[in-house]
């Protein structure tokens, strides 16, 4: 088990920046991939950015070159860098987590935290 806490979300201008966090309870080694989602409201969930255990990174078209998603092992932590943020950024964003051990796989999801981008 794993548990996912995210952190940072809040309101800020066009053209601000943001650092969310994602705090995993235990260790993230075997964790792959980590992930931020997001939600607009009456829109489906989208994946905004992927991180492997390895350290490789993908990311939605809509944030490529302004987000960016790094993790801190000896944190036990992900993070999601984001500038650039425009109106359309405004969701509930969310961590998730995959854990594979022999041919279990289990996901794991944060309770998400509120992004909003407006003037």
């Known amino acids: 088990q794993v548990q996912l806490v995210e952190s940072g979300g809040g309101l800020v201008q066009p053209g601000g920046s943001l650092r969310l966090s994602c705090a995993a309870s235990?260790?993230?080694?075997?964790?792959?991939?980590m992930d931020w989602y997001r939600q607009a409201p009456g829109k489906q969930r989208e994946l905004v950015a992927t991180?492997?255990?390895?350290?490789?990174?993908n990311y939605a078209d809509s944030v490529k070159g302004r987000f960016t998603i790094s993790r801190d092992n000896a944190k036990n932590t992900v993070y999601l860098q984001m500038n650039s943020l425009k109106p359309e950024d405004t969701a509930v964003y969310s961590c998730?987590?995959?854990?594979?051990?022999?041919?279990?796989?289990?996901?794991?999801w944060g309770q998400g935290t509120q992004v909003t981008v407006s003037s």
């Open positions: 991180i492997t255990s390895s350290g490789s990174t």
């Open positions: 235990r260790s993230i080694l075997n964790l792959n991939p």
């Open positions: 998730h987590a995959r854990s594979r051990v022999l041919a279990s796989v289990r996901d794991y």
